[in-house]
């Protein structure tokens, strides 16, 4: 609804445009991943995942990270991404200078590009998702809702439509470290058996399961081939 309401904002008519949701893949949805190896120690740890532009907003995460170590000093961080722009490289030299302080040093780790995400993602004891501009819809957190991960995400484009703030997981300003680091240490103090991880898996698999995806399709196809022609 998001991108639905920039098209229409630029001009095009509100009856063209119809909003269907991404499928998640069969391979994620019924796959049984373990949790990456390489992730050890008492954490808790906390990652994100995405390409390291500043659209994505790593240095909110890193800013936030800071903050929870105060409380957490055993906290790992874990930034899973690989630069892809090249108008991106001072952007990522200035992740891994903040990642180099006194206060973050040792507490951050650069995957760069990993083929196992989901893996690295059921290490993880929270998730963040910290775009500081509107995204159409982030596949990041479809995939980690639907692997039951306890996930903020800024309140922003897509994300505020996919996550139910509260109940499936937790939504923040744009750009604000503190307000990342409350959410995210409400969700790392949730005792074990708290439901929002189940509650998100279970909306996301029921949305956005790739029949249902099919089925829009089909649904917007047959709307448009059984309208008559419009006569000038």
Known sequence: E???DAIVSM?????KVEVLYNGLSHNLLNGNFEPEPSVRGPGPHIGMVGHLYPLKGQVVFLKAAGMLLKN???AMFYIIGERIFEDSEQYVRSLHALADTPELKGHVVFTGYQSNVPEWMMAMDAIAMTSVLPEALPTVCLEAMALGKRLVGTNIGGTAE????GETGLLTPPGNPQALADALR???ELPPDHPIGQKASV?????FHPE???ESIDSVYH??????PVKA
Do not use: Q
């Open 11 to 15: 001009g095009v008519p509100a009856r």
């Open 203 to 207: 909306d996301i698999r029921r949305r």
């Open 72 to 74: 957490y000093p055993d």
């Open 223 to 228: 709307e448009l081939t059984s309208v008559s």
């Open 212 to 214: 249902a995806f099919a």
């Open 162 to 165: 996919i996550i139910k703030h």
């Open 2 to 4: 998001a991108a639905r």
């Open 186 to 188: 409400t969700l790392i």
